[in-house]
């Protein structure tokens, strides 16, 4: 383990001064972690004031600009068992610090799951992509991040670790709130894992945004898989946790037939909104369902 102290440099003048302080993080130390358990060991000795890094595409800039205060900062990119994936015959092992681009460009390819390729290349823009990872869009929590509704949608687990014990967490459940995940002080996500749907499974994903790869005013997804029983759809961007609609039927007067026209229960959707004090955007969220609904049937 190497550890360093990074801290702002010096310069002169107020003016210097005062843009420094508001761009420059506070004095931390830095540990490059090469196991599990080293990690683990890092975040239970600093009693919860240090702060996993990977990508650091969400914690770079709130470093910067102080809203995060570590005293140690904890690289984890040189764990092994982050970067791989394993695939077997009842799912697929995505490592936390898998890339974005990892999966876009089929570097790290997931038989039976292409729609993770596709959500992938409309995240951000590629320099992010490149360096930000999956499992670091999960523990940032952003509700209007992409990789979470998605990969409630699959109905995916976080697998988590404190470097000795290893745990399952339903993924919906490991997301506790905006910006909130269920780690405890010594542990860290070591990987997602996401039961593999049949091959006549159909999976969609739409965000409503600006312009494209900008974070999402509203999002959905929506697995469709008859022969596996699942009928998920999973509603994003939401002022916390996702909502997940475990049978979608429900809100989609039935599943829709490729190619065919998807219809949007207005009733029952607008009353599922309205219980997750959304109705002031209504209309986008309805809008990303029936888009999502309608690319899987595509």
Known sequence: MRRS?????????????????IVQPAK???ARARSLGEAATILRQASGSAKV????????????LRLARPSVLVDITAIPELTRIEEDGDGVMIGACVTTSDLE?????????????TVAAGIAYRAVRNRGTVGGSLCHADPA???????CALAAECVVTDGSRVRRVPIQGFVTGAFEVMLEGAELLQAIRIPRPSRAARCGYYKVSRKAGEFALASAAVLFDREGERFRAVIGATQGRPIVVEDARSILRGVPQPGGAVELDATAAGALLRRAQLPAHMRLYTTALVRAAAQAMA
């Open 145 to 151: 991040g992409d990789w979470l509704p998605v990969l």
């Open 105 to 117: 460009d089929g570097r790290a390819r997931v038989d039976g799951l292409p729609i993770l390729a």
């Open 53 to 64: 890094i990977a990508g650091g595409q969400s914690l770079g800039p709130m470093l910067n």
């Open 5 to 21: 102290r990074a801290s702002p440099g010096r310069g002169c003048g107020d003016f210097d001064r005062a843009r420094r302080a």
């Open 28 to 30: 931390f130390e830095f």
